[in-house]
């Protein structure tokens, strides 16, 4: 067998050579089987049988060694691989990281263990069934879901895609890999918004441009309040130009129902998402709000880019799906519908399309209107 003695004759070695010729065995068996390259079904049950009598006689550190140089092989059979994770050790997790193929079986084993580094670094495999997967998604583990988060051999969908909304909301790692996802609604970050970075914030706010929304709880305020949006963008302007943001937060959590907490964090975005979605939410046109948003903001040399992607958002996205987005934050809809069909977005919009237009120069009127219309404020002031 595999170009050394047969197992007849490992086999009388090991009932006569001690521990000592046991360790040998398995360490030169495990090395001629990986060296073997594929072996042959014959070869391979072969040597299962040689090596499951070998494993549990040898010494604790010839097993890991043995099992190391075994999880090296082209091809192992589930019951070679129980005997690699059983007996590997502290390298288990690199095993599972670079194994050509692992047997459902084998790692229905590892996760019915529950070792959380184990089972994290099998979710991050594209080999995973759907029975294994359904096992990692049942875990209660932040590692677990972090990997399945990341795996982009995994598709969002069902249950699947539930859960990581869900947990998207808990925890802001996972929020990040489903917002560097294409094949993942962003519209379902909307509760872990204020956690996402500033572009994945605008990628939110993206994901409810031409697209249907259900009726948000928040609506009949916002129209209570519509007749004043001049009066507010007026207000908002003010105090942003003159940056009294505690005031700032005052206003909004007046407005909006949200805790003081919250509206301190929009009053403080230097980004403008937040504030945008407040804005458009309350009726703002992109002259007014964009007026807002200069004061508000921070952007430096892309300040002129940031600003003409809000006026382009201003007019994409309606004031119902942010008053919806708004609701998100609150607590009070149940995001998944909005994986319904009556509320998908009506147009796809393809990665080639977005860089194309993301790499043309930007300019808007809108923004050039609001800018003029800022500096002439600021040059009456000033004389």
Same mark, same amino acid.
């Given at each position: 067998?595999?170009?050394?003695?047969?197992?007849?004759?490992?086999?009388?070695?090991?009932?006569?050579?001690?521990?000592?010729?046991?360790?040998?065995?398995?360490?030169?068996?495990? &090395?001629?089987?990986?060296?073997?390259?594929?072996p042959? $079904?014959?070869?391979?049950?072969?040597?299962?049988t040689?090596?499951?009598r070998?494993?549990?006689?040898?010494?604790?550190?010839?097993?890991?060694?043995?099992?190391?140089?075994?999880?090296?092989?082209?091809?192992?059979?589930?019951?070679?691989?129980?005997?690699?994770?059983?007996?590997?050790?502290?390298?288990?997790?690199?095993?599972?990281?670079?194994?050509?193929?692992?047997?459902?079986?084998?790692?229905?084993?590892?996760?019915?263990?529950?070792?959380?580094?184990?089972?994290?670094?099998?979710?991050?495999?594209a080999d995973?069934?759907?029975?294994?997967?359904?096992?990692?998604?049942?875990?209660?583990?932040?590692?677990?879901?972090r990997?399945?988060?990341?795996?982009?051999?995994?598709?969002?969908?069902?249950?699947y895609?539930?859960a990581?909304?869900?947990?998207a909301?808990?925890?802001?790692l996972?929020?990040?890999?489903l917002?560097?996802?294409?094949?993942?609604?962003?519209?379902?970050?909307?509760?872990?918004?204020?956690d996402? !970075?500033?572009?994945?914030?605008?990628?939110?706010?993206?994901?409810?441009?031409?697209?249907a929304?259900?009726?948000?709880?928040?609506?009949?305020?916002?129209?209570?309040?519509?007749?004043?949006?001049?009066?507010?963008?007026?207000?908002?302007?003010?105090?942003?130009?003159?940056?009294?943001?505690p005031?700032?937060?005052?206003?909004l959590?007046?407005?909006?129902?949200? &805790?003081?907490v919250?509206?301190?964090?929009?009053?403080?975005? +230097?980004?403008?998402?937040?504030?945008?979605?407040?804005?458009?939410?309350?009726?703002?046109t992109?002259? &007014?709000?964009?007026k +807002?948003?200069?004061h508000?903001?921070?952007? &430096?040399?892309?300040?002129?880019?940031?600003?003409?992607?809000?006026a382009?958002?201003?007019?994409? +996205?309606?004031?119902e799906?942010?008053?919806?987005?708004?609701?998100?934050?609150r607590?009070?809809?149940?995001? $998944?519908?909005?994986?319904?069909?009556q509320?998908?977005?009506?147009?796809?919009r !393809?990665?080639?399309?977005?860089?194309?237009?993301?790499?043309?120069?930007?300019?808007?009127?809108?923004?050039?209107?609001?800018?003029?219309?800022?500096?002439r404020?600021?040059?009456?002031?000033?004389?």
């Open positions: 067998m595999l170009g050394f003695q047969p197992y007849e004759t490992f086999q009388l070695l090991i009932e006569t050579g001690g521990v000592d010729r046991t360790n040998t065995l398995l360490i030169a068996a495990c &090395d001629a089987y990986t060296r073997r390259g594929k042959t $079904l014959p070869e391979m049950e072969q040597f299962e040689l090596a499951s070998l494993f549990p006689t040898a010494s604790p550190q010839a097993r890991t060694k043995g099992a190391a140089i075994l999880g090296r092989a082209e091809e192992l059979s589930p019951t070679l691989e129980k005997l690699v994770v059983d007996n590997i050790g502290e390298d288990l997790i690199s095993f599972l990281e670079t194994a050509t193929s692992l047997s459902a079986q084998t790692m229905l084993d590892i996760i019915a263990r529950y070792d959380v580094l184990a089972c994290a670094t099998l979710a991050t495999r995973l069934s759907n029975v294994v997967l359904a096992k990692l998604f049942q875990m209660n583990s932040r590692k677990v879901y990997a399945l988060a990341a795996n982009l051999h995994i598709v969002p969908r069902g249950a895609l539930s990581l909304a869900r947990s909301q808990m925890d802001h996972v929020a990040e890999s917002g560097r996802r294409d094949d993942f609604d962003a519209a379902l970050l909307a509760p872990a918004f204020f996402l !970075s500033d572009d994945h914030r605008i990628k939110v706010i993206q994901a409810f441009a031409d697209r929304t259900p009726t948000a709880p928040i609506t009949r305020t916002i129209e209570q309040l519509s007749v004043a949006t001049a009066e507010l963008t007026r207000a908002l302007m003010k105090l942003f130009s003159e940056n009294r943001r005031e700032v937060t005052k206003l959590a007046q407005i909006t129902g949200l &805790d003081e919250r509206c301190g964090q929009i009053a403080h975005d +230097v980004t403008g998402a937040s504030l945008f979605v407040i804005l458009r939410a309350f009726g703002a992109a002259y &007014d709000g964009l +807002v948003l200069i508000a903001t921070s952007h &430096d040399a892309e300040r002129s880019k940031a600003l003409a992607d809000f382009t958002l201003f007019g994409a +996205v309606s004031q799906s942010m008053a919806y987005l708004m609701s998100a934050w607590g009070e809809v149940n995001l $998944l519908e909005l994986s319904k069909p509320y998908q977005p009506f147009t796809q !393809s990665r080639r399309t977005s860089a194309a237009e993301n790499a043309r120069p930007s300019s808007n009127p809108v923004v050039d209107q609001a800018i003029e219309a800022l500096a404020i600021g040059i009456r002031r000033a004389g």
